[in-house]
C-alpha cells in the first residue's frame, strides 16, 4: 500500500457546477478524515468517518457538501453549485484508531472561476 | 474548534543553524503531533508527544510539551535547505471524536 491517494489532483470548474473528490485510504485504516486548505492557513476540519459511518460534520460544511464512504473502504466528497469562496486545496487523512498519527494524501486542489 | 497556534509565523534562517517554532493551545490533550508540509502538498507527520511526556526526540528533531503552559516547542537542529517547508501542530479537538485540528502553521525557510 503507497499510502492515501486522492483523485483528482487538480480540478477548475465553473461556479454553479457540481464538483466529486475521490479519497482512498491507506487500506486497514479504520478512520477517514476530510479537511479544507486555503493559502497560508492550516487545514480545516470538515468531516469524519469511523468505518462506513459519519460521525462528525464541521459548521463549515454547508449543505451543499455531502460525503460518502461506503463500506468503509474509499471516500467521496461532492460539493453542489460550487461558489468561487470552495476554491481551497481539499485534503483527505486516514489513521488507525484514535489519537494516533494521521496520513495525508497529496490533495485536490479545487479552482472555481 | 481550532486550538493550536503556531509562533512564529514565518522564520528564515541560514543553513546549519537550529529552528525553534512554538505552538500553544488552549484545553486538555492527550496528545500533540507536528505536521510538515511542503508548498502544495500533503502533511507528512514528525512525531507524536503524548500528554505524560516532557521531551521527544526523532534525529535531528526535538519536540517538547509543557502541559501547565498548555504549549509545545518544535526544534530543527543543523538546518538544511531541504527544511523549507510549513510546520503545523495538530490536537485534538475538545469535542466530539477527537479529530485532529491544526493551527495557522510556521513558514520556515532555510537558506543555502
Known amino acids: 500500500d503507497t499510502g492515501v491517494s486522492q483523485d483528482p489532483r487538480h480540478k477548475i470548474t465553473k461556479r454553479g457546477q457540481n464538483v466529486t473528490f475521490r479519497c482512498d485510504p491507506i487500506?486497514?485504516?479504520?478512520?477517514l478524515y476530510w479537511y479544507r486548505q486555503t493559502l497560508g492557513q492550516g487545514p480545516e476540519f470538515l468531516t469524519y468517518f469511523q468505518n462506513e459511518a459519519q460521525l462528525e460534520k464541521s459548521r463549515l460544511l454547508s449543505d451543499r457538501f455531502s460525503a460518502e464512504r461506503p463500506k468503509g473502504s474509499f471516500s467521496t466528497l461532492e460539493i453542489q453549485r460550487t461558489e468561487q469562496g470552495d476554491s481551497a486545496m481539499y485534503l483527505c487523512a486516514s489513521s488507525l484508531g484514535m489519537f494516533v498519527e494521521a496520513f495525508f494524501g497529496q490533495g485536490t486542489r479545487l479552482t472555481v472561476v | 474548534s481550532q486550538q493550536g497556534e503556531e509562533d512564529p509565523q514565518a522564520l528564515s534562517i541560514q543553513e546549519g543553524e537550529n529552528a525553534t517554532m512554538n505552538c500553544s493551545y488552549k484545553t486538555s490533550i492527550n496528545n500533540l503531533q507536528w505536521y510538515r508540509q511542503n508548498s502544495g502538498r500533503g502533511l507528512v507527520h514528525l512525531i507524536l508527544i503524548r500528554s505524560n511526556e516532557r521531551e521527544k526526540h526523532s534525529g535531528r528533531l526535538r519536540v517538547t510539551l509543557d502541559t501547565s503552559k498548555k504549549s509545545s516547542s518544535l526544534l530543527i537542529t543543523a538546518s538544511r535547505a531541504a527544511d523549507t517547508a510549513s510546520y503545523f501542530c495538530?490536537?485534538?479537538?475538545?469535542?466530539?471524536?477527537?479529530?485532529?485540528?491544526f493551527g495557522s502553521g510556521t513558514r520556515l525557510q532555510v537558506q543555502p
Open positions: 495538530a490536537t485534538p479537538m475538545d469535542t466530539g471524536r477527537r479529530a485532529l485540528t
Open positions: 487500506s486497514e485504516h479504520n478512520r
